[in-house]
């Protein structure tokens, strides 16, 4: 999925499109829209820099049943590739 933001105040706020992108997914996270492994993934960092980003700003995790159900089946995913 490709996102336009028009330069008319964004450009003040100086951040390169990863950046961007990882305020992007850590407010998804926040607002339990997404899970640590799927925010990490969007983000393009590993899960375990994830977790250090939203402990750095103070974000509790939200680990729910399903989100563990969710990451099995994604590492069952990656292992089959």
Sequence with gaps: MMIELPDAGIE???LTQEQARLELVVD???GREITIGR???IAGITYAAFM???GKRGICINYT???AL????E??????K
Excluded: G, K, N
């Design 39 to 41: 925010a990490a993934r």
């Design 52 to 54: 250090q980003e939203i």
């Design 65 to 67: 049943e399903q989100d």
């Design 12 to 14: 003040s706020l100086h």
């Design 28 to 30: 998804l996270y926040a």
């Design 75 to 80: 590492l069952r995913q990656r292992s089959s």
């Design 70 to 73: 969710d990451d099995i089946r």
